[in-house]
């Protein structure tokens, strides 16, 4: 039973370039939540889908970042016109229920902004 | 703004002995409460959750809530150098969970 993928694993981009970071969830899961860790720092929440519906998008920048979960297919994660700022570990997490109950988190994706 | 707290450490802890971490946070209406335990360049792995008033036990790790302070805790008995990292608090806040900065646990030999 394969636990919550992200790929890439690690995702370079150049300053203005579009970042697309890919969450599969655990079978079964139909609720994915997304977070940054930037270093040195704790995670933060950024959105919180279901499948076609964006549910929570509270801590999502107003800017350049957007969410979706399809019907078919994995989470995407897109930011658009990536600054240095955004170099982070992004991690995505899965659940069976949205009460966060034993949430499980993929391994990360960590994006570095040159 | 709703918030959790955690002393960023890092707290240093001999080999053998009783590890406690604590963590408060400020949202009354909060339900459930989750330590998640984070080694360097991994993701968090989740090793308790609690719901109710109380000491919750599982193997050497004890969860502790009292929710009339506000205040979580996480108790590592015996503890072990395998037990070095970071452990994240993080509380159920409608759907979101809200996440302390972790506190650094370092276990020596």
């Known amino acids: 039973n394969a636990g919550v993928m992200q790929n890439p694993r690690h995702l370079v981009r150049r300053r203005g370039q579009e970042a697309r970071l890919r969450c599969s969830p655990m079978?079964?899961?139909?609720?994915v939540y997304w977070y940054r860790q930037l270093p040195e720092e704790g995670l933060k929440f950024m959105v919180y889908?279901?499948?076609?519906?964006?549910?929570?998008e509270s801590g999502m920048p107003k800017e350049r970042f957007s969410a979706e979960f399809p019907k078919e297919g994995p989470s995407i994660l897109r930011i658009q016109q990536v600054v240095r700022g955004d170099s982070a570990a992004y991690f995505c997490?899965?659940?069976?229920?949205?009460?966060?109950?034993?949430?499980?988190f993929g391994q990360g994706t960590r994006l570095t902004v040159v | 703004q709703k918030e959790v707290e955690q002393n960023s450490g890092p707290l240093s802890v001999p080999e053998g002995a009783i590890a406690s971490l604590n963590c408060t946070y400020s949202?009354?209406?909060?339900?459930?409460f989750f330590w998640y335990r984070q080694y360097s360049g991994k993701s968090p792995e989740l090793i308790m959750f609690?719901?109710s008033n109380g000491d919750k036990e599982d193997g050497r790790f004890t969860a502790q809530l009292n929710k009339a302070s506000q205040y979580v805790s996480l108790l590592i008995r015996d503890s072990q150098p395998s037990d070095s990292a970071t452990y994240l608090c993080?509380?159920?806040?409608?759907?979101?969970?809200?996440w302390g900065a972790g506190t650094k646990l370092i276990i020596k030999p």
């Open positions: 997490a899965s659940s069976a229920g949205g009460s966060n109950t034993e949430a499980f």
């Open positions: 079978k079964g899961h139909s609720h």
């Open positions: 889908l279901q499948k076609e519906n964006i549910i929570d």
């Open positions: 949202d009354r209406g909060s339900q459930s």
């Open positions: 609690i719901y």
């Open positions: 993080a509380v159920d806040s409608n759907y979101q969970l809200i």
